[in-house]
């Protein structure tokens, strides 16, 4: 596939390319969310909430705010196209055939519509929110976020002269190469992307997409984004996310219920997916006491997502943790998704999957990028392994700028749940700069599950 970035970005219209082409142009996770939410949650009243992690960047000032609202609106006017839903119900997803019910398809086809939406500006910064039944309101996720990406993206565009553009996506291309050279002909190496929520555009997301599984082969093993799966024939990998335990917590009547919430979320799952899809992401209100108190049928899930915990520390934990219950985790899956990039990939791969450093693991291990060398690697497996690329696969401009080199960094914006019949939501996770919810509701949420294991870690994006 050739795309002549620099010319289409010359000559960007929003009627050429509106940001979302399609309602499968989300992670495939957000559909099979979408199906226990219909299932379970059907009428439960939801609010999604834009955040800034990066409040120092002022993203109202920066794009077009008439063009960010044509997008919402052409968004909201989008159905699930019948050749979409066929590829739901025909196409095998993680060994299985049939993971989406009939009845669920009929209705995203005949009934399924988003919410209406809310923003201002103030200060610099865009206030959205999305409220209504939860199963019209949390598609708007990936689709908001990937609209202001790419609209800031497309604003920065347009400081480039035509020469520039096509200086900047060089550069680009040329550290993408980069990345993929160094992981081609790893033994037993798993990537994936999962890159949509923060992509430079869609074109570039379909670009490194396509690039990554012609170039590392059984190695790449997938794409997150159910439209590119789709398009390109291609695993769609994801299960949950935080969203769930958040406002099933919200729904708690007391602190009992909340703190076994977390827990109920998983059983009511694996009931929905009869024994399928049992990735946990246990970092919600914090890995460390998620485990220490998780029933002995939690050990028997197949693996554990990390997010927003140091992988090295949390697959250790979860390492440990499945051999005190007699579980063998050579036999578990430990999926990385935060901040990767190619060191960190590669170091955590060897750590954990058996490349192994001769004599033992160097001093800069998690620094280490030479895995191709058989003579000084061994094998020594302690667990599964995968990495869920994102940020700096689908959005890694920096540097490319010809002017300044700037400009183009990714930065963190997020669409979380904020309040559950109109009760606030939390998210605590195993860091604290990532808390998110009223003050107050995220104190009484640590005195009920308390901060072991919880740090304090700077936000990238």
Not at 145 to 162: F, H
Not at 202 to 220: D, I, K, P, R, T
Not at 321 to 327: C, H, N, V
Request: proline share 4%.
């Amino acid at each position: 596939m050739i795309i002549n970035h620099a010319e289409r970005a010359h000559n960007h219209n929003w009627e050429l390319d509106p940001v979302i082409r399609s309602l499968l142009d989300t992670d495939f996770y957000k559909l099979l969310m979408l199906q226990f939410i219909w299932k379970h949650f059907r009428n439960t009243q939801v609010e999604f909430s834009l955040f800034n992690r990066h409040p120092a960047v002022r993203i109202a000032d920066i794009i077009h705010i008439e063009e960010f609202k044509v997008q919402l609106q052409h968004v909201r006017g989008l159905h699930f196209r019948k050749s979409e839903l066929v590829w739901l119900a025909g196409n095998t997803f993680y060994g299985r055939r049939g993971i989406f019910e009939p009845a669920f398809l009929e209705w995203l086809e005949k009934d399924f519509r988003l919410s209406d939406y809310q923003f201002r500006v103030r200060d610099g910064q865009i206030q959205l929110t999305f409220e209504g039944p939860w199963t019209a309101t949390t598609m708007w996720e990936l689709y908001a976020l990937a609209i202001l990406d790419e609209l800031k993206t497309r604003a920065q565009l347009k400081t480039l002269s035509e020469f520039g553009l096509d200086i900047l996506y060089a550069r680009a291309k040329t550290k993408l190469w980069g990345k993929i050279e160094r992981l081609r002909g790893v033994p037993g190496l798993s990537v994936a992307d999962f890159g949509t929520r923060r992509r430079h555009s869609f074109l570039w997301q379909e670009y490194v997409v396509v690039a990554m599984a012609a170039n590392l082969g059984s190695n790449f093993i997938g794409t997150s984004n159910a439209f590119l799966a789709h398009k390109h024939d291609l695993e769609a990998i994801g299960t949950n996310a935080h969203e769930i335990p958040m406002v099933m917590a919200a729904l708690a009547k007391d602190d009992v219920e909340l703190k076994a919430s977390q827990y109920n979320m998983l059983e009511l799952w694996q009931q929905t997916y009869e024994g399928a899809l049992r990735v946990m992401l246990p970092d919600t209100f914090g890995t460390t006491q998620f485990l220490a108190h998780a029933p002995e049928w939690v050990a028997d899930w197949t693996g554990q997502r990390v997010d927003s915990k140091d992988p090295y520390v949390a697959g250790d934990e979860y390492i440990e943790w499945l051999t005190a219950r007699g579980r063998d985790p050579r036999e578990k899956l430990l999926i990385a998704s935060d901040t990767l990039d190619v060191d960190t990939i590669l170091g955590l791969h060897a750590y954990f999957a058996g490349t192994i450093a001769e004599g033992g693991v160097p001093s800069d291990f998690r620094n280490a990028s030479d895995f191709h060398h058989p003579n000084k690697w061994m094998a020594d497996q302690r667990i599964r392994f995968s990495a869920g690329w994102g940020t700096l696969l689908t959005n890694d401009f920096r540097g490319c700028n010809p002017n300044d080199g700037g400009g183009f960094d990714p930065i963190g914006l997020i669409c979380k749940v904020s309040t559950v019949e109109g009760q606030p939501a939390v998210k605590l996770s195993d860091n604290y700069s990532k808390a998110l919810g009223p003050p107050s509701e995220i104190e009484r949420y640590r005195r009920v599950f308390g901060t072991a294991g919880i740090a304090n870690v700077p936000l990238v994006a």
